[in-house]
């Protein structure tokens, strides 16, 4: 059933125009909270613990849809088994109208010299977590009386939320994902290096080619995230398939293990700026082939979009992440990219 059907169904019941109140839309759009956390959560108790109500709450409002609009919503059993296809289409709705509500009331729920308010929910790929206070850190400045959230997420994470309204921004790979449906600001180029043992197989090198850094016992993020894809990307350019002795979905954890000794580990050359070499390792760059890719801001195409979202691409549109990330790296390593 369509939405413009349901609309209609729910008139020939006898529901007048003039019920269309501000009581009855608060209500409305709290039922499709609950409707879409249930589909975040999927399971009962969890999506009425994540809206602070009862289980029996959740429910009885979940039913009201299904009342409203004349059409089963949730395909019930001995637990939760998913929307029906009228959910499904009810859940897209009510998505955007709660998107819409929240973007509503931060523009006008704000006066002049408050300057903007609300909360930016931001998800960052693994290997641009690092970097990613270079961009918080002005937005923040900017607009104090904003709050933000940073998550570590896959990309493929990051647009499903977006596409959810889960997350305001994305900062991703902008290459090897599609992107119908979103926008992108170009923020930086990651460029590679290998972190190795100082007194490893490669003492005195002052570079490394990729089907020899292949031969190590290499620590690398796993198969789900987009930079090991780049990586194994590479690697295939130079002829080799890699095989990690350790994979990992934590930056932390894959640093920690390279300083302990028995791993090495390719890493994006930005990281080094701020989480610094660990003791007892060096840093080589990585050659044959030479490869960067570009890292940036990815959001829903919507016009018009919501401030928080206008105004952090505003600042990302401002800043030059490369000269900043270029100035925290040994210069030596800027110099060999560059050339």
């Known amino acids: 059933m369509s939405w413009d059907a349901m609309l209609v169904t729910r008139r020939d019941r006898g529901h007048s125009e003039g019920s269309w109140t501000k009581g009855w839309w608060a209500l409305f759009l709290r039922h499709l909270e609950y409707l879409s956390a249930l589909a975040r959560e999927g399971h009962f108790g969890?999506?009425?613990?994540?809206?602070w109500v009862s289980q029996p709450t959740l429910s009885d409002g979940i039913r009201k849809l299904e009342a409203e609009f004349g059409?089963?919503?949730?395909r019930r059993g001995h637990r939760f088994e998913g929307l029906t296809p009228e959910g499904e289409r009810l859940l897209n709705w009510g998505r955007r109208l709660?998107?819409?509500?929240?973007?509503?009331?931060?523009?006008?729920?704000?006066?002049?010299?408050?300057?903007?308010?609300?909360?930016?929910?931001?998800?960052?790929?693994?290997?641009?977590?690092?970097?990613?206070?270079?961009?918080?850190?002005?937005?923040?400045?900017?607009?104090?009386?904003?709050?933000?959230?940073?998550?570590?997420?896959?990309?493929?994470e990051i647009l499903r939320r977006l596409t959810d309204f889960e997350l305001d921004a994305g900062l991703t790979y902008?290459?090897?994902?599609?992107?119908?449906?979103?926008?992108?600001?170009?923020?930086?180029?990651?460029?590679?290096?290998?972190?190795?043992?100082?007194?490893?197989?490669?003492?005195?090198?002052?570079?490394?080619?990729?089907?020899?850094?292949?031969?190590?016992?290499?620590?690398?993020?796993?198969?789900?995230?987009?930079?090991?894809?780049?990586?194994?990307?590479?690697?295939?350019?130079?002829?080799?398939?890699?095989?990690?002795r350790m994979e990992t979905n934590s930056v932390s954890t894959l640093c920690s293990h390279v300083r302990g000794g028995r791993w090495a580990s390719v890493i994006p050359q930005a990281w080094l700026g701020l989480l610094g070499v660990p003791p007892g390792t060096r840093v080589l760059p990585l050659a044959r082939p030479a490869a960067t890719s570009t890292v940036g801001l990815v959001i829903l195409d919507r016009d018009p979009p919501p401030l928080v979202v206008s105004a952090l691409v505003h600042v990302a549109e401002e800043l030059d992440l490369q000269r900043s990330l270029d100035n925290l790296v040994p210069v030596d390593l800027t110099a060999r990219f560059d050339g």
């Open 46 to 51: 969890r999506a009425a613990a994540a809206c």
């Open 71 to 74: 059409v089963a919503v949730v």
């Open 174 to 244: 902008l290459s090897g994902e599609p992107m119908a449906g979103f926008r992108t600001v170009p923020l930086y180029s990651e460029r590679y290096v290998l972190l190795t043992p100082e007194n490893g197989d490669f003492a005195g090198r002052t570079e490394v080619g990729w089907a020899e850094a292949a031969r190590l016992p290499l620590c690398l993020l796993t198969p789900d995230m987009q930079n090991r894809r780049i990586l194994d990307g590479l690697f295939h350019r130079a002829g080799v398939t890699v095989t990690p």
């Open 98 to 156: 709660l998107a819409d509500r929240d973007q509503l009331m931060a523009e006008f729920g704000r006066t002049s010299h408050e300057g903007l308010t609300g909360h930016l929910r931001l998800g960052a790929v693994p290997a641009s977590l690092p970097p990613v206070s270079l961009l918080t850190g002005p937005f923040r400045d900017r607009h104090p009386g904003t709050n933000l959230t940073v998550l570590s997420l896959t990309s493929d």
